[in-house]
């Protein structure tokens, strides 16, 4: 019996959403498209000393977690889209198998047990995504244009006709904005189309590498007009967007729990779903348990998505964040909706922290940390170095409880391993987040107090 034909049995999902099992001679096998449970064949692609890689080719056993997909373009067949990897999965499956990614990595990678395990953060699982940046190909040859994300494992844009995780009005939008840019004439100098959802606004963001003429900007006028959307032209880099046409409602996005409303530019940081943005940050701020009397510090804290929900319980706030552009935005933010006088916002590199930094900032009652995928290591470091030398943070005390935002399990458990093994912290509690559903994408919480 060849490889190809060996049935194995699908012991867990890992972090791409590929079954793992191992084969006959022990060695781990990854299975593009099968589930936990099942009993299947592979067709192997890869062969390394330690592990292979194949896509599933037939199931002799069943997984009763598996579901047919919502999107025609999902799946293993050529062509196929690579924006979702598990809508073969049911979604209450898909949350379950989040959750137990993240307690594998605090455990594997930090040595770190939360002491209570939250109910997952859940939200609708289709239409729930408000960002999204679809590429854009016109194929001369077939006198075509492709508008949406890559092909599963290539750099081809797949031939999509729907998209069934943002929102229905611009999943069905893909077919007109076809037929648009193929009437354009600078169709083949335009890589990119970007999403940004507002409250009141879909914004588009269209990538050209040349000036557009006039006949061109009259097919995006008549475009926006049929199908209420607000064009963003992007010439160059981020900082090159510009509307098209001024005027028309402001993009924004409201915390109605806080009275909290947010403008922003297309082309800033913001979550890809709003449903679960509002409740976790509704969850953050409950589990931070900030009192009016109290300072707290927001780390990375981008257009303030924390600091000013924040502002509204503590007595003065301090947002940290990387990019002088995001705080002069975070601070007329602050301004508009009347936080000003409790807010303070300064830029500073975030992965060069020291413990005498940390002095200079001051003492916090309570942290809310909120760091890109690469984590927030020099940060937790330097906690880590001033409890347990005190001279490198004069006069200085350690934050009561922190709340540590995560967008990769992997550099959270590295960060935990910190705070809970050499700055004294315990991991009171941590949940997953399905901010992302149908993908591999694993955010979380986690709460970390002093005793």
Known sequence: ???????????????????????????????DGALPGEIVQASIARRKNNWEQGTLTSI????????????????????????????????????AVKQRVLEDNLWHLGKVKPEVLLRPIEGPTWGYRYRARFSVRYVAKKGVVLIGFHERKSRYVADMQVCKVVP?????????LRALIAAMAERDRLPQIELAMGDEVIALVLRHLEPLPAGDLQLLRDFAARHGVQWWLQPKGPDTVHLLDAGGPE????????????????????????????????RALRLLGVQPQERVIDWFCGLGNFTLPLATQAREVLGIEGSEALVQRSRENARVNGL????????????????????????????????????????????????????????????????????????????????????????????????????????????????
């Open 1 to 31: 019996m060849s490889q190809e034909s060996e049935w194995l049995k699908v012991e867990s999902l890992d972090l791409e959403a590929q079954g793992v099992a191992h084969n006959a001679e022990g060695k781990v096998v990854f299975i």
């Open 60 to 95: 002799r056993k069943e997984s009763s977690q598996r579901v047919t997909p919502g999107c025609p373009h999902f799946g293993l067949h050529a062509g196929a889209c690579g924006g979702c990897k598990m809508q073969h999965l049911h979604a209450g499956a898909q949350v």
């Open 168 to 176: 229905p009005v611009v999943g069905n939008m893909l077919m007109p």
């Open 251 to 282: 993009l924004a996005y409201s915390l109605p729990e806080f009275g909290i409303r947010m403008p922003f530019r297309p082309t800033d940081f913001t979550q890809v779903n709003p449903h679960i943005n509002a409740a976790l940050v509704g």
């Open 340 to 451: 000003a006088h409790k807010t303070s916002f300064v830029a500073r590199n975030l992965f060069e922290m020291t413990p005498a930094q940390l002095a200079l900032d001051g003492s916090a009652e309570r942290w809310l940390i909120d760091p890109p995928r690469e984590g927030a290591f020099a940060l937790a470091k330097a906690v880590a170095d001033a409890v347990q030398d005190p001279s490198q943070a004069p006069g200085w005390t350690p934050p009561q409880r922190m709340v540590y935002v995560s967008c990769n399990p992997a550099t959270l458990a590295r960060d935990a391993g910190l705070l809970v093994n050499l700055a004294g912290y315990r991991c009171t509690a941590a949940s997953a987040v399905n901010m992302f559903p149908h993908t591999a994408h694993v955010e979380s919480i986690a709460v970390f107090e002093r005793p």
